[in-house]
T-cell receptor, first 111, second 111 residues
Framework: GENVEQHPSTLSVQEGDSAVIKCTYSDSASNYFPWYKQELGKGPQLIIDIRSNVGEKKDQRIAVTLNKTAKHFSLHITETQPEDSAVYFCAPRESGYALNFGKGTSLLVTP | SQTIHQWPATLVQPVGSPLSLECTVEGTSNPNLYWYRQAAGRGLQLLFYSVGIGQISSEVPQNLSASRPQDRQFILSSKKLLLSDSGFYLC??????????FGPGTRLTVT
């Protein structure tokens, strides 16, 4: 199965700074690359995703970049706000139905 | 718009007791449905998925079972709970594409 790793496991930034979380995967057949945000006690929320025929996608303060050759994709959050504090998961998918979740990155944005 | 419901929100059950968690989706038809489990501080593990009524695929051997009696209803069950069944159970749905959308989750504690 897919081997998925996220780095860093924890990240602390000051409000207004940028945050970057990287996800590496092992299966070169992966073709769908989402990022989820999970707040304490809630279900994960899909915040952005990218497909293998696109290198970058942006949605306001959030962006995802994909490097298929190197088998990694990254989440970029600019102008961070305290409400961005949460656990973020990448979940690349090959074919079939299963998303392969990383172990998560805990982001803390301090005022 | 589509919504996904799970109940109960929290549950405390003794070892050896039965379990029934329910998930329903509104605003869509013929969705793919999924059950995930999340252990404390960890990523999500896919337990079951279903592509249609009565069609269940199991991803990991375990003490649990799943059923889909109606198009938009997905049930997770156990005849006898184990301590190791404690966790945060998440239901998700997807259209016939890549994105998966999660419910609010059920926190199960087995004592």
């Amino acid at each position: 199965g897919e081997n998925v790793e996220q780095h860093p496991s924890t990240l602390s930034v000051q409000e207004g700074d940028s945050a970057v979380i990287k996800c590496t995967y092992s299966d070169s057949a992966s073709n769908y690359f989402p990022w989820y945000k999970q707040e304490l006690g809630k279900g994960p929320q899909l915040i952005i995703d990218i497909r293998s025929n696109v290198g970058e996608k942006k949605d306001q303060r959030i962006a995802v970049t994909l490097n298929k050759t190197a088998k990694h994709f990254s989440l970029h959050i600019t102008e961070t706000q305290p409400e961005d504090s949460a656990v973020y998961f990448c979940a690349p998918r090959e074919s079939g139905y299963a998303l392969n979740f990383g172990k998560g990155t805990s982001l803390l944005v301090t005022p | 718009s589509q919504t996904i419901h799970q109940w109960p929100a929290t549950l405390v059950q003794p070892v050896g007791s039965p379990l029934s968690l329910e998930c329903t989706v509104e605003g869509t038809s013929n969705p793919n449905l999924y059950w995930y489990r999340q252990a404390a501080g960890r990523g999500l593990q896919l337990l079951f998925y279903s592509v249609g009524i009565g069609q269940i695929s199991s991803e990991v051997p375990q003490n649990l079972s799943a059923s889909r009696p109606q198009d938009r209803q997905f049930i997770l069950s156990s005849k006898k709970l184990l301590l190791s069944d404690s966790g945060f159970y998440l239901c998700a749905w997807s259209p016939r594409s890549n994105e998966q959308y999660f419910g609010p989750g059920t926190r199960l504690t087995v004592t």
